[in-house]
Protein backbone atom coordinates (compact mmCIF):
# COMPACT_ATOMS: atom_id res chain seq x y z
CA UNK A 1 0.00 0.00 0.00
CA UNK A 2 0.91 3.61 -0.54
CA UNK A 3 0.49 7.01 1.43
CA UNK A 4 1.44 10.30 0.63
CA UNK A 5 2.16 13.25 3.90
CA UNK A 6 1.62 16.69 3.37
CA UNK A 7 2.59 18.00 6.70
CA UNK A 8 1.63 21.72 6.07
CA UNK A 9 -1.98 22.61 4.54
CA UNK A 10 -1.19 26.22 4.38
CA UNK A 11 2.69 27.73 4.14
CA UNK A 12 2.42 31.51 4.16
CA UNK A 13 5.57 33.12 2.73
CA UNK A 14 6.66 36.29 1.98
CA UNK A 15 7.75 37.30 -2.06
CA UNK A 16 11.65 36.45 -2.35
CA UNK A 17 11.86 34.62 0.79
CA UNK A 18 12.57 31.04 0.34
CA UNK A 19 10.30 28.23 0.90
CA UNK A 20 10.25 24.42 1.27
CA UNK A 21 7.21 22.28 0.71
CA UNK A 22 7.40 18.96 2.67
CA UNK A 23 6.69 15.62 1.25
CA UNK A 24 6.91 11.91 3.12
CA UNK A 25 5.33 8.94 1.63
CA UNK A 26 5.46 5.08 2.41
CA UNK A 27 5.22 2.23 0.02
CA UNK A 28 5.77 -1.29 -0.12
CA UNK A 29 7.29 -0.94 -3.37
CA UNK A 30 10.06 1.74 -5.12
CA UNK A 31 7.84 4.78 -6.62
CA UNK A 32 8.11 7.38 -9.30
CA UNK A 33 7.81 10.30 -7.03
CA UNK A 34 6.07 13.58 -8.81
CA UNK A 35 4.81 17.38 -8.05
CA UNK A 36 1.90 18.95 -9.73
CA UNK A 37 1.07 22.88 -9.17
CA UNK A 38 -2.50 23.84 -9.15
CA UNK A 39 -3.25 27.49 -10.23
CA UNK A 40 -6.67 28.71 -9.16
CA UNK A 41 -9.52 27.68 -11.54
CA UNK A 42 -7.17 25.30 -13.25
CA UNK A 43 -6.46 21.42 -13.61
CA UNK A 44 -3.18 20.35 -12.24
CA UNK A 45 0.02 20.71 -14.09
CA UNK A 46 3.40 18.22 -13.73
CA UNK A 47 5.64 20.52 -11.87
CA UNK A 48 9.04 17.74 -11.53
CA UNK A 49 9.50 14.86 -11.38
CA UNK A 50 11.84 12.43 -10.32
CA UNK A 51 12.67 8.94 -11.97
CA UNK A 52 16.21 7.80 -11.27
CA UNK A 53 19.78 9.31 -11.41
CA UNK A 54 20.66 12.67 -9.70
CA UNK A 55 18.08 12.71 -6.61
CA UNK A 56 18.39 16.33 -7.21
CA UNK A 57 16.04 17.87 -10.14
CA UNK A 58 14.40 21.09 -11.24
CA UNK A 59 11.88 22.86 -13.12
CA UNK A 60 12.30 25.19 -15.54
CA UNK A 61 10.38 28.01 -13.03
CA UNK A 62 13.34 27.65 -10.42
CA UNK A 63 11.65 25.12 -7.95
CA UNK A 64 13.70 22.27 -6.93
CA UNK A 65 12.90 18.51 -5.42
CA UNK A 66 15.51 15.70 -3.88
CA UNK A 67 14.75 12.58 -3.54
CA UNK A 68 15.74 11.35 -0.07
CA UNK A 69 15.55 7.42 0.26
CA UNK A 70 16.10 6.51 3.61
CA UNK A 71 13.76 9.30 4.76
CA UNK A 72 11.47 8.70 1.90
CA UNK A 73 10.97 12.14 1.67
CA UNK A 74 10.48 14.38 -1.64
CA UNK A 75 10.67 18.03 -0.34
CA UNK A 76 10.08 20.56 -3.08
CA UNK A 77 11.96 24.06 -2.39
CA UNK A 78 12.76 27.64 -3.84
CA UNK A 79 15.12 30.03 -3.07
CA UNK A 80 13.42 33.00 -3.93
CA UNK A 81 9.55 32.73 -4.65
CA UNK A 82 7.56 35.52 -6.97
CA UNK A 83 3.81 36.39 -6.74
CA UNK A 84 3.00 33.92 -9.33
CA UNK A 85 3.70 30.89 -7.49
CA UNK A 86 0.76 31.41 -5.34
CA UNK A 87 -1.25 28.23 -5.86
CA UNK A 88 -1.96 24.52 -4.32
CA UNK A 89 0.85 22.30 -5.08
CA UNK A 90 0.51 18.67 -5.12
CA UNK A 91 3.21 15.37 -4.36
CA UNK A 92 2.18 12.12 -5.65
CA UNK A 93 3.95 8.99 -6.22
CA UNK A 94 3.40 6.17 -8.78
CA UNK A 95 4.35 2.39 -7.53
CA UNK A 96 6.47 0.50 -9.83
CA UNK A 97 4.05 -2.29 -9.83
CA UNK A 98 3.50 -1.52 -14.61
CA UNK A 99 0.16 0.09 -13.69
CA UNK A 100 -0.01 4.19 -14.22
CA UNK A 101 -2.07 4.88 -10.83
CA UNK A 102 -0.64 8.05 -8.66
CA UNK A 103 -1.75 8.99 -5.06
CA UNK A 104 -1.39 11.88 -4.01
CA UNK A 105 -0.98 14.05 -0.94
CA UNK A 106 -3.94 16.18 0.33
CA UNK A 107 -1.87 19.62 -1.00
CA UNK A 108 -0.18 22.21 0.32
CA UNK A 109 -1.51 25.93 -0.42
CA UNK A 110 1.45 27.76 -0.97
CA UNK A 111 0.30 31.50 -0.64
CA UNK A 112 2.73 34.42 -1.60
CA UNK A 113 2.74 37.36 0.71
CA UNK A 114 3.65 40.85 -1.48
CA UNK B 1 1.04 19.29 -26.17
CA UNK B 2 -1.42 17.58 -24.55
CA UNK B 3 -5.02 18.65 -24.32
CA UNK B 4 -7.65 17.06 -22.13
CA UNK B 5 -11.49 18.93 -22.27
CA UNK B 6 -13.84 18.50 -19.64
CA UNK B 7 -16.99 19.27 -21.42
CA UNK B 8 -18.14 21.97 -18.65
CA UNK B 9 -16.60 23.79 -16.23
CA UNK B 10 -19.71 24.42 -13.93
CA UNK B 11 -22.49 22.23 -13.36
CA UNK B 12 -24.94 22.69 -11.21
CA UNK B 13 -27.55 19.52 -10.74
CA UNK B 14 -30.65 18.54 -8.82
CA UNK B 15 -30.40 15.60 -6.52
CA UNK B 16 -31.93 11.90 -8.36
CA UNK B 17 -30.71 13.48 -11.69
CA UNK B 18 -28.49 11.56 -13.56
CA UNK B 19 -25.46 13.47 -14.59
CA UNK B 20 -23.01 12.86 -17.25
CA UNK B 21 -18.83 14.27 -16.88
CA UNK B 22 -17.47 14.24 -20.40
CA UNK B 23 -13.98 14.45 -20.97
CA UNK B 24 -11.76 13.94 -24.24
CA UNK B 25 -7.38 14.15 -25.01
CA UNK B 26 -6.87 14.34 -28.22
CA UNK B 27 -3.20 12.17 -27.51
CA UNK B 28 -4.22 8.93 -28.07
CA UNK B 29 -3.19 7.85 -24.71
CA UNK B 30 -4.29 4.60 -23.22
CA UNK B 31 -4.58 5.66 -19.85
CA UNK B 32 -7.69 7.88 -18.39
CA UNK B 33 -8.81 8.67 -14.82
CA UNK B 34 -11.75 10.40 -13.21
CA UNK B 35 -10.79 12.31 -9.91
CA UNK B 36 -12.73 13.98 -7.40
CA UNK B 37 -11.35 16.98 -5.45
CA UNK B 38 -12.32 17.68 -1.95
CA UNK B 39 -10.11 20.72 0.14
CA UNK B 40 -8.37 18.69 2.94
CA UNK B 41 -8.63 15.46 1.28
CA UNK B 42 -6.61 16.13 -2.10
CA UNK B 43 -7.34 14.25 -5.16
CA UNK B 44 -9.28 10.51 -4.64
CA UNK B 45 -9.49 7.85 -7.67
CA UNK B 46 -12.91 7.21 -8.17
CA UNK B 47 -12.67 5.30 -12.14
CA UNK B 48 -9.80 4.23 -14.32
CA UNK B 49 -9.23 2.76 -17.62
CA UNK B 50 -6.67 1.48 -19.72
CA UNK B 51 -8.35 0.47 -22.88
CA UNK B 52 -11.46 1.07 -24.36
CA UNK B 53 -14.43 -0.75 -22.83
CA UNK B 54 -12.33 -1.22 -19.90
CA UNK B 55 -12.64 0.06 -16.62
CA UNK B 56 -11.47 -0.48 -12.86
CA UNK B 57 -12.37 0.88 -9.40
CA UNK B 58 -10.60 3.26 -7.90
CA UNK B 59 -10.85 4.40 -4.09
CA UNK B 60 -14.33 5.56 -4.10
CA UNK B 61 -16.67 4.05 -6.78
CA UNK B 62 -19.93 4.41 -4.68
CA UNK B 63 -22.47 6.06 -6.55
CA UNK B 64 -20.21 6.56 -9.66
CA UNK B 65 -20.05 4.61 -13.05
CA UNK B 66 -18.05 5.35 -16.58
CA UNK B 67 -18.16 4.51 -19.86
CA UNK B 68 -15.11 4.41 -22.38
CA UNK B 69 -16.50 3.52 -25.92
CA UNK B 70 -13.47 5.17 -27.69
CA UNK B 71 -10.43 6.13 -26.84
CA UNK B 72 -10.52 9.23 -26.69
CA UNK B 73 -13.20 9.91 -24.32
CA UNK B 74 -14.17 8.79 -20.79
CA UNK B 75 -17.21 9.59 -18.94
CA UNK B 76 -17.98 9.60 -15.17
CA UNK B 77 -21.73 9.08 -14.70
CA UNK B 78 -23.65 9.89 -11.81
CA UNK B 79 -26.61 7.78 -11.41
CA UNK B 80 -28.54 9.46 -9.02
CA UNK B 81 -26.99 12.99 -7.80
CA UNK B 82 -26.97 13.08 -4.18
CA UNK B 83 -25.35 16.48 -2.60
CA UNK B 84 -22.50 14.91 -1.00
CA UNK B 85 -21.41 14.39 -4.45
CA UNK B 86 -20.64 18.17 -4.87
CA UNK B 87 -17.21 18.59 -5.68
CA UNK B 88 -14.84 19.21 -7.97
CA UNK B 89 -14.05 16.39 -10.61
CA UNK B 90 -10.81 15.52 -12.55
CA UNK B 91 -9.84 14.17 -15.43
CA UNK B 92 -6.81 12.61 -16.40
CA UNK B 93 -5.06 10.64 -19.15
CA UNK B 94 -1.23 9.10 -19.92
CA UNK B 95 0.40 7.18 -21.77
CA UNK B 96 1.75 3.59 -20.92
CA UNK B 97 4.16 3.38 -18.03
CA UNK B 98 4.14 3.61 -14.84
CA UNK B 99 7.08 6.62 -15.35
CA UNK B 100 4.68 9.08 -17.01
CA UNK B 101 2.56 11.66 -15.89
CA UNK B 102 -1.15 12.31 -15.96
CA UNK B 103 -2.04 15.10 -17.97
CA UNK B 104 -5.34 16.78 -16.44
CA UNK B 105 -8.52 18.92 -18.25
CA UNK B 106 -9.57 22.18 -16.12
CA UNK B 107 -11.82 20.19 -13.67
CA UNK B 108 -15.72 20.57 -13.68
CA UNK B 109 -17.10 22.07 -10.39
CA UNK B 110 -20.45 20.30 -9.53
CA UNK B 111 -23.15 21.31 -7.80
CA UNK B 112 -25.81 19.26 -6.56
CA UNK B 113 -28.40 20.99 -5.07
Known amino acids: AQSVTQLDSQVPVFEEAPVELRCNYS??????LFWYVQYPNQGLQLLLK??????LVESINGFEAEFNKSQTSFHLRKPSVHISDTAEYFCAVSPKTGANNLFFGTGTRLTVIP | DVKVTQSSRYLVKRTGEKVFLECVQD?????MFWYRQDPGLGLRLIYF???????EKGDIPEGYSVSREKKERFSLILESASTNQTSMYLC????????????FGDGTRLSIL
Open chain 1, 50 to 55: YLSGST
Open chain 1, 27 to 32: SSVSVY
Open chain 2, 92 to 103: ASSTTGEDQPQH
Open chain 2, 27 to 31: MDHEN
Open chain 2, 49 to 55: SYDVKMK
